[in-house]
């Protein structure tokens, strides 16, 4: 079965700064999807970014990019110039081409960020 | 409405008492999703329906937990006799099947449920 692990339950960074969210899988399958979703604390989960596996190039959206590294079933978020906006739980998800009922959701990081 | 909508957003309930939870997904999408999250942890998967049918109820936590979806569209979680320890938010999310697993899931605001 397919395991998603958030190793960071909390991280911080200072505003205008960049950080890391890191992000493992563990699978059998050659072809999936990933997902990083933000959660603010208005509670709505929003996609940040995806990432399909057989791609390999790394996915940008504006300052959020994704360092993909399959051999290693590494998916991390980078986030650059942070702003207090980017304030959230950010969970990792897995999802498989095979099946859609289950997508594994990591346990999630919760990020701060210090003015 | 453009996104998912769930209702009620919050519910204060006695223990003992069913509730009835309600999710409008996006119109068009035929997946649509429930987790629960329980305070400051992630994302327990509850059901998923395709189209009107749930292949797979084994990601309810009990007998007293069940749902269901009519016209591919609005879906309700029931939870009979309700304890304590179902106090969570319970999120509904939905996807469009074009492009399968490659669609995002777009989530509701969710909907607080405590049970006193």
């Known amino acids: 079965a397919q395991t998603v692990t958030q190793s960071q339950p909390e991280m911080s960074v200072q505003e205008a700064e960049t950080v890391t969210l890191s992000c493992t899988y563990d699978?059998?399958?050659?072809?999936?999807?990933l997902f990083w979703y933000k959660q603010p604390p208005s509670r709505q989960m929003i996609l940040v970014i995806r990432?399909?596996?057989?791609?390999?190039q790394n996915a940008t959206e504006n300052r959020f990019s994704v360092n993909f590294q399959k051999a290693a079933k590494s998916f991390s978020l980078k986030i650059s110039d942070s702003q207090l906006g980017d304030a959230a739980m950010y969970f990792c998800?897995?999802?498989?081409?095979?099946?859609?009922?289950?997508?594994?959701f990591g346990k999630g990081t919760r990020l701060h960020i210090l003015p | 409405g453009a996104g998912v909508s769930q209702s009620p957003s919050n519910k204060v309930t006695e223990k003992g008492k069913d509730v009835e939870l309600r999710c409008d997904p996006i119109?068009?999408?035929?997946?649509l999703y429930w987790y629960r999250q329980r305070l400051g942890q992630g994302l327990e998967f509850l059901i998923y329906?395709?189209?009107?049918?749930?292949?797979?109820k084994s990601g309810l936590p009990s007998d007293r937990f069940s749902a269901e979806r009519t016209g591919e569209s609005v879906s309700t979680l029931t939870i009979q006799r309700t304890q304590q320890e179902d106090s969570a938010v319970y999120l509904c999310?939905?996807?469009?099947?074009?492009?399968?697993?490659?669609?995002?899931?777009?989530f509701g605001n969710g909907t607080r449920l405590t049970v006193t």
């Open positions: 999310a939905s996807s469009s099947s074009q492009g399968s697993a490659n669609s995002p899931l777009h």
């Open positions: 699978t059998s399958e050659s072809d999936y999807y």
């Open positions: 990432q399909e596996a057989y791609k390999q």
């Open positions: 998800a897995y999802r498989s081409p095979l099946r859609d009922d289950k997508i594994i």
């Open positions: 119109s068009g999408h035929t997946a």
């Open positions: 329906f395709q189209g009107n049918s749930a292949p797979d």
